[in-house]
Nanobody, 119 residues
Framework: VQLQASGGGLVQTGGSLRLSCVAQ????????MGWFRQAPGKQRELVAM??????DYADFVKGRFTISRDIDKNTVSLQMNSLKPEDTAVYYC???????????????WGKGTQVTVSS
């Protein structure tokens, strides 16, 4: 199983970016899919997560970022609007999923995509 993220880049303050991630491989079911980020010198933190029919957002992105999932295509996207310099970080796609013939849930990470917001 691999998570492939795309869509990062450089944008000015107030601009927008859209991140996308696709999970590929021998997947039975994806229980949750979302995004974390890690800025230099800081711990990785949750940005947004979609699990079942619900979504959770970090307080610092509420009203600016929107997460969406396509369950049939095993994809998750993050629309980021009104970007701020403090949003600069490496953004990681994350999925909690099950594989065939196993009752266990596995945690997978993508390699990360850089988002840089200039002031």
């Amino acid at each position: 199983v691999q998570l492939q993220a795309s869509g990062g880049g450089l944008v000015q303050t107030g601009g927008s970016l859209r991140l996308s991630c696709v999970a590929q491989g021998n997947i039975f079911r994806i229980n949750a899919m979302g995004w974390f980020r890690q800025a230099p010198g800081k711990q990785r933190e949750l940005v947004a997560m979609s699990r079942g029919g619900s979504t959770d957002y970090a307080d610092f992105v509420k009203g600016r970022f929107t997460i969406s999932r396509d369950i049939d295509k095993n994809t998750v996207s993050l629309q980021m609007n009104s970007l701020k310099p403090e949003d600069t970080a490496v953004y990681y796609c994350n999925a909690d999923l099950m594989v065939p013939y196993s009752d266990d849930e596995y945690d997978y990470w993508g390699k990360g995509t850089q988002v840089t917001v200039s002031s």
